[in-house]
């Protein structure tokens, strides 16, 4: 998915959630020059070994790709199993009115 669809999803997302323009227009300034200034700096303060560091980076998640998702996937399925059963447990003590 291309990142610019990211930031229409999210900001598409803002207005279903009443977040006003304002307040989203400069969130994304701010987050974006946080990232990009990071990314600058770490251009400026290691130059051509930080290419090569991103490049590793790079080949070692095509290498995992399939396991790393597999795990977020397990991560968030055992999560959300964890939560249903919490509030499924805790449902009956909440309705009897006792706190």
């Not at 998915?1 to 701010?30: C, E, H, N, Q, S």
């Not at 987050?31 to 490049?55: K, N």
């Amino acid at each position: 998915m291309p990142w610019a669809d990211l930031d229409a999803i999210k900001i598409a997302t803002a207005g279903v959630f009443g977040i006003p323009y304002r307040r989203m227009a400069l969130t994304l300034i701010v987050a974006r020059g946080l990232r990009y200034t990071f990314w600058g700096m770490l251009g400026i303060v290691y130059g051509d070994e930080a290419m090569a560091m991103l490049r590793q980076v790079d080949r070692w998640f095509g290498t995992y790709r399939i396991p790393l998702i597999l795990t977020v996937v397990a991560a968030v399925a055992v999560s959300v199993a964890a939560i249903y059963t919490y509030r499924r447990l805790r449902a009956p003590a909440d309705a009897s009115g006792a706190r």
